[in-house]
């Protein structure tokens, strides 16, 4: 095992503390910090720190896949890294975005070589082959957009709003409430001329005004939509994604809620710190809500509009430990609350036989595996390899929050397990 120092990603919605407060640096940051990102991508890969110096992850698996990630993993992923470990910083909304399925990955990735783009390019849709599931553990309190909401409710909410100028537009639902119906809709708004798109935001701007006006101190479902189509509207005037989040569940959170988005599931997210993880690939459809490439018509290639209800991933609780198991081949993620119980320091489990990232992000831990210790500060984090054994996270604080990354083999593995350490 080894400790492992991520890629800070620099966007323009990131936070000029929250990255460098987790990690020990000074604050503010001369550039926003948006993500840091704890994987072996080519893109930015982290960097751990051996015996022979600081190797990039990426290196480090590619000279010896079957070592780092285990011959079941290597086998199965081409020996190559499943998944993408990040923390993200949010202190503006995020693009309006869904991510392709693998085949659609694959097919857009080729169509875009065929037609001699850059990787680099800023009009790039896909980067990379792969699908990119993904799931988001709040950290802090945390506000997304995931999913188009029930269309029975988000016909009420429109006709509540009262605007006028929405009228023509509900001939595009008809009677079709279903995906049929939702994605007439959303076509229709995401590709209407300037004029009409000032014209129509403004008006369901002033709309969302009185109708909060009217409901002045309530909470519930509509007017949180409200709300939230007003702030998206002063940090992205005259931008499709305003209207766009009308249709859309707003989802608030709290440190340990997940999210699971497969592939086609619209979303944004709005403000806060939370770990993420995903299927290792940076490609992204966005749909508003950004001064990158947008690309509707093949955003609209890739939606699923079905509606659901909000995509909670439910952990599997054992003690202080949360397990994440989400419907995917490349990764799962543990939540550990660890500290001090009857003068000893409470631990976590995690088994050998799959690569594993270890996150600290509260107080500090100290990782044992036989006589080798690894400590981790809040914001520090470790690599894993496959074939180390058993090893062991044990709490050095009072209090410590670790996660833990991994893949979800087929062929037997152990699962963490919480315990106590006493010595």
């Not at 001369?30 to 720190?49: C, F, I, K, N, R």
């Not at 005037?237 to 997940?258: F, I, Y």
């Not at 995903?278 to 890739?302: F, Q, Y």
């Not at 939540?335 to 799959?354: I, K, N, P, Q, Y």
Request: include cysteine.
């Amino acid at each position: 095992m080894y400790p492992l120092r991520g890629a800070v990603r620099h966007y323009s919605w990131g936070s000029h503390t929250a990255l460098a407060e987790l990690t020990g640096r000074p604050a503010p940051t001369e550039e926003p910090e948006a993500e840091l990102w704890l994987g072996a991508h080519p893109v930015a890969p982290a960097t751990v720190d051996t015996e022979d110096g600081a190797v990039p992850l990426s290196d480090l698996i590619a000279r010896d896949p079957e070592g780092q990630l285990g011959p079941v993993c290597a086998r199965q992923f081409d020996g190559r890294l499943p998944f993408l470990m990040k923390v993200l910083a949010a202190e503006q909304p995020l693009s309006l975005q869904a991510h392709p399925s693998r085949a659609q990955a694959r097919e857009g990735f080729a169509r875009e070589n065929a037609a001699g783009i850059p990787l680099d390019a800023p009009h790039r849709n896909y980067r990379d082959d792969n699908h990119k599931p993904e799931m988001v553990v709040a950290l802090s309190r945390f506000e997304a957009l995931a999913g188009f909401r029930a269309l029975t409710e988000t016909v009420e909410f429109l006709r509540d709003l009262g605007v006028s100028e929405l009228t023509p537009y509900a001939s595009e639902f008809g009677d079709n409430l279903d995906a049929t119906g939702l994605r007439a809709l959303f076509t229709a708004w995401m590709t209407l001329p300037t004029k009409s798109l000032v014209e129509l935001t403004d008006a369901v701007l002033s709309g969302c005004e009185r109708y909060l006006d009217a409901r002045s101190g309530s909470e519930d479902e509509f007017t949180v939509a409200a709300r939230t189509a007003l702030e998206l509207g002063l940090a992205y005037p005259e931008d499709p994604g305003v209207l766009a989040s009308l249709l859309l569940n707003r989802v608030s959170m709290e440190p340990g809620d997940a999210l699971f988005l497969p592939a086609g599931n619209l979303h944004a997210y709005l403000r806060g710190t939370a770990v993420e993880i995903m299927a290792n690939s940076d490609n992204v459809l966005r749909g508003g809500l950004t001064s990158k490439h947008v690309d509707i018509p093949e955003l609209l290639r890739v939606l699923d509009f079905e509606a659901l209800d909000v995509p909670w991933e439910r952990p599997h609780i054992v003690g202080g430990t949360s397990v994440y198991v989400p419907p995917v081949r490349e990764f799962a993620l543990v939540r550990a609350e660890l500290g001090l119980a009857d003068g000893a320091s409470t631990s976590v489990a995690f088994g050998s036989g799959a690569p594993r990232i270890v996150q600290c992000t509260a107080g500090a831990v100290e990782l044992r595996r036989g006589v080798q210790t690894v400590g981790l500060e809040r914001g520090e984090s470790a690599w894993i390899p496959a074939t180390d054994p058993d090893v062991t996270v044990r709490s050095a604080s009072a209090h410590a929050t670790v996660f833990g990354a991994t893949v979800p083999l087929r062929e037997p593995t152990r699962w963490p397990g919480t315990g106590q350490a006493t010595d």
